[in-house]
């Protein structure tokens, strides 16, 4: 499982930069850069969520990857094999910045 780094703040799931979910599902089918990926299990935080808080609390720094990013050179099967994984947010939304097209 890859150590996943997150620097989405706006996420219900992010502590500290490590997600609390026990898998992430990474979207890109036909991604041929990282800003064409994104965390499809990304929940933007509102007021209830950040008062309740939510189904994870635990943040989890290696964790189960499924991706479907089928040019990624780290998509072995629609799970990825990168050591480390970095999802950001960028212009469009939520990416995985470590997509490498192969």
Do not use: W
């Amino acid at each position: 499982m890859p150590a996943l780094q997150c620097t989405v703040v706006p996420c219900s799931y992010n502590e500290k930069g490590c997600c609390c979910r026990p898998s992430i599902q990474v979207k890109g089918q036909t991604a041929h850069v990282s800003t064409d990926t994104a965390c499809q299990s990304f929940a933007e935080k509102t007021q209830n969520q950040m008062i309740s808080g939510v189904q994870y609390h635990s943040p989890n720094q290696s964790l189960s990857v499924d991706c479907d990013a089928h040019r990624c050179v780290y998509n072995k099967d629609q799970k990825c094999s990168a050591e480390s994984v970095a999802i950001n947010y960028g212009y469009s939304g939520t990416e995985c910045s470590s997509f490498k097209q192969s």
